[in-house]
T-cell receptor, first 118, second 110 residues
Framework: KAGVTQTPRYLIKTRGQQVTLSCSPI?????VSWYQQTPGQGLQFLFE???????NKGNFPGRFSGRQFSNSRSEMNVSTLELGDSALYLC?????????????????FGAGSRLTVL | GIQVEQSPPDLILQEGANSTLRCNFS?????LQWFHQNPWGQLINLFY???GTKQNGRLSATTVATERYSLLYISSSQTTDSGVYFC????????????FGQGTELSVKP
């Protein structure tokens, strides 16, 4: 079956612009999480959505937002881009939410969207 | 907060050698995964292993939950094993986010 699909794979923006990234989870997966990876901070959790509801949010400013649609596809948006927002943004999906004890919370990651802010 | 520490930070091996990567975590977890990040940035699942031992080909992993550590073993390493290996956990009863270690960068020389 198809994996987690992220679009676009690469994009270049300038400071002050906004960007929207898309993530299509594995079919049947209802949880989508977003992570930011930078050389200085490593991999950091942004937010998690399950059944269209945000379950958890990381320590990022309000410029970072997301949503999930009824088909489980998710988008994240970054407004008023700053140079420090340059990063690899990774999306992961799982059958259930990551707080589950069921063992069905194994995360599978997409290939990422690499954002460069000039 | 929860800490996830990986060691060593860097490792250089000759092809064919064996290695052990370690992950220490500071709280009880209900999810622990090992990932390999390829040169293009994608995180590839290696193991889901909150406890116990699993093997997949030349790779195996052991998590001792009571002692809060996990080990990833790579045997007969190949150049294609090069990359960064991450351990990540979800803290029990604080569900929602996978907390990553800083990674071990492995370089396998031919």
């Amino acid at each position: 079956k198809a994996g987690v699909t992220q679009t676009p794979r690469y994009l270049i923006k300038t400071r002050g612009q906004q960007v929207t990234l898309s993530c299509s989870p594995i079919s049947g997966h209802r949880s989508v999480s977003w992570y930011q990876q930078t050389p200085g901070q490593g991999l950091q959790f942004l937010f998690e959505y399950f059944s269209e509801t945000q379950r958890n949010k990381g320590n990022f400013p309000g410029r970072f937002s997301g949503r999930q649609f009824s088909n489980s596809r998710s988008e994240m948006n970054v407004s008023t881009l700053e140079l420090g927002d340059s990063a690899l943004y990774l999306c992961a999906s799982s059958f259930t939410h990551s707080g589950s004890l069921s063992g069905a919370n194994v995360l599978t990651f997409g290939a990422g969207s690499r954002l460069t802010v000039l | 907060g929860i800490q996830v520490e990986q060691s060593p930070p860097d490792l250089i091996l000759q092809e064919g050698a064996n290695s052990t990567l370690r992950c220490n975590f500071s709280d009880s977890v209900n999810n622990l995964q090992w990932f390999h990040q390829n040169p293009w940035g994608q995180l590839i699942n290696l193991f889901y292993i909150p406890s116990g031992t699993k093997q997949n080909g030349r790779l195996s992993a052991t998590t001792v939950a009571t002692e809060r550590y996990s080990l990833l073993y790579i045997s007969s390493s190949q150049t294609t094993d090069s990359g960064v290996y991450f351990c990540a956990v979800v803290i029990y009863n604080q569900g929602g986010k996978l907390i990553f270690g800083q990674g071990t960068e492995l370089s396998v020389k031919p």
